[in-house]
Structure formats: structure tokens, C-alpha cells
């Protein structure tokens, strides 16, 4: 029995250290100094390398079934064109379909329906900036009356963003440094970072056609300028004397 008991509290002796000892890790982990939270924000910035346009048809007829009839023939053409200029199956997606009724308004009277309009539009991403001019000249030339874009992007962003956290965190630490500075403390650590949306900061060039021919004309001008990625920081840091 006695054996029992001296086992029994040995038992009990090291569970009361062992927990103790947690505690006190638990203890040193937290932070025992000031905080502060601060905000930083970085950016990086290049060339972009893709676009995205989109270009439709527009047709007229007196019937509605005139009017789509017309739409698929000159649609077909131009998917063809789309082909011929070397974009990918899968960065071309139909956008919108849309057939309406043309009215005619007359004073005092019911509006009548004149005829019917038919459009059909795709979106295209093109991965080659050299062939954008190419591209729209091509689309306008085989019967696209309606171009709108580009819209320029950077197709892989995580280096960018890498980047761009690398100078948010280095503006972070040096006003976590000024601050404790100012308090006559140092900083010990980052206790916390949270990372918050990304986004685009440059205004980008933009180009839009309506009723446009590529015949006996030069190419069209394009300017892809800069694509710019942000990230912000949320970090908390502790500063002790």
C-alpha cells in the first residue's frame, strides 16, 4: 500500500511540474512589452503580358430570324479570323448573345417594332502584345463592327506580389523602428501579420471601335504602359525597453 501511494504521488509530482513548465512556456510566449499595429502597403510594377479584348457583330433585318441568320453567318467569319490569327481555343468564350426588337416612336401613337437587331460577342485573351494590333486589324477587317479593350494584365502575379510584400514588410519595420525609437523602446518582434486584398494601382490604356474597317488603313496604335500589383500589410509589434 505504501509502495502504492509513493507511486501514486510521484505520479502527481511530475504531472504538477510537467504542467508548471507548460504554464511557464505558455507565459513566455506572450507578449509582455507594447504593441502596435501598423499598416504598409507595397507595389511592384511591369509590363504587362496579356490582353483581353472583346468583339461582336451587329446586324439589322426587318425578321428576327433574318436578323440572327445574318449574326451567325458574319460570326462565323470572324471565329475564323480569330483562329487564323493564332488564339487558342480556350482563351476565346463566347460573352453574349442578345437579340432585340427595333421600335419606332411616333407622338400619339403605340410604338411599332421596325425590325430586329442581333449581337453576338466573345471575349479573346491574347498572350502575344506583338500580335494585338494584328489581331484587331483582323477582326475589324473580317466584319467586326463592335471592338472594345484592351485590357492589359500580368498573366503570372506571384512574383510580382512577392515583390511587392517584400517592400510593404520593409515599410512596416521601419516604422515599427521610428515608433520605438521615439519611445525610447526597441523592437523585439512581429507578433502578427495579416494580409489583406490585392490590387492594381496604374490607370491602364484602353481602346474601343465601333463600325470599324482595317482596309487601306495603318495598324492600329497600341500602348500597354505598366501594370501595377499592391499588397497590404496588417502586422502587430512588440516593443520592449
Same mark, same amino acid.
Given at each position: ?18 504542467? +508548471?513548465? *507548460? ?7 506572450? $507578449?509582455?512589452?507594447?504593441?502596435? !499595429?501598423? /499598416? ?7 509590363? $504587362? ?23 451567325? %453567318? ?21 460573352? *453574349?448573345?442578345?437579340?432585340? $426588337? ?12 421596325? *425590325? ?8 479573346? +485573351? ?17 466584319? #467586326? ?5 484592351? /485590357?492589359?494584365?500580368? =498573366? %503570372?502575379?506571384?512574383?510580382?506580389? !512577392? @515583390?511587392?510584400? @517584400? ?8 516604422? #515599427?523602428? /521610428? ?19 490585392? *490590387? ?9 471601335? @465601333?463600325?470599324? /474597317?482595317?482596309? =487601306? ?6 500602348? $500597354?504602359?505598366?501594370? +501595377?500589383?499592391?499588397?497590404?500589410? @496588417? ?7
Amino acid at each position: 500500500m505504501q509502495n502504492t501511494l509513493k507511486l501514486f504521488s510521484a505520479g502527481l509530482l511530475a504531472g504538477l511540474v510537467a504542467l +508548471t513548465a *507548460g504554464c511557464g512556456n505558455d507565459t513566455e510566449k506572450r $507578449p509582455s512589452g507594447t504593441l502596435i !499595429s501598423i /499598416s504598409a502597403q507595397g507595389e511592384a510594377s511591369q509590363v $504587362p503580358d496579356i490582353a483581353d479584348i472583346s468583339a461582336g457583330v451587329v446586324t439589322e433585318a426587318d425578321e428576327s430570324n433574318a436578323a440572327m441568320q445574318a449574326n451567325a %453567318e458574319q460570326m462565323e467569319k470572324l471565329m475564323k479570323a480569330i483562329k487564323q490569327a493564332g488564339i487558342d481555343k480556350k482563351d476565346v468564350q463566347t460573352s *453574349g448573345i442578345n437579340l432585340m $426588337p427595333r421600335y419606332d416612336y411616333q407622338p400619339n401613337r403605340e410604338r411599332q417594332i421596325v *425590325g430586329y437587331q442581333a449581337r453576338n460577342t466573345v471575349s479573346i +485573351t491574347v498572350r502575344k502584345l506583338d500580335d494585338l494590333s494584328k489581331v484587331i486589324d483582323a477582326l475589324a477587317a473580317e466584319g #467586326a463592327n463592335q471592338i472594345h479593350g484592351p /485590357s492589359f494584365s500580368i =498573366d %503570372e502575379q506571384e512574383p510580382l506580389l !512577392s @515583390e511587392a510584400r @517584400e517592400k510593404a514588410l520593409e515599410q512596416a519595420k521601419v516604422r #515599427a523602428e /521610428s515608433y520605438a525609437k521615439s519611445l525610447g523602446t526597441k523592437v523585439r518582434r512581429i507578433v502578427s501579420i495579416s494580409e489583406g486584398s490585392h *490590387g492594381g494601382g496604374m490607370p491602364r490604356p484602353m481602346m474601343r471601335a @465601333e463600325m470599324a /474597317s482595317a482596309k =487601306d488603313s495603318t495598324s492600329t496604335p497600341i500602348a $500597354p504602359g505598366e501594370s +501595377t500589383v499592391s499588397v497590404n500589410l @496588417e502586422l502587430v509589434f512588440e516593443l520592449e525597453k
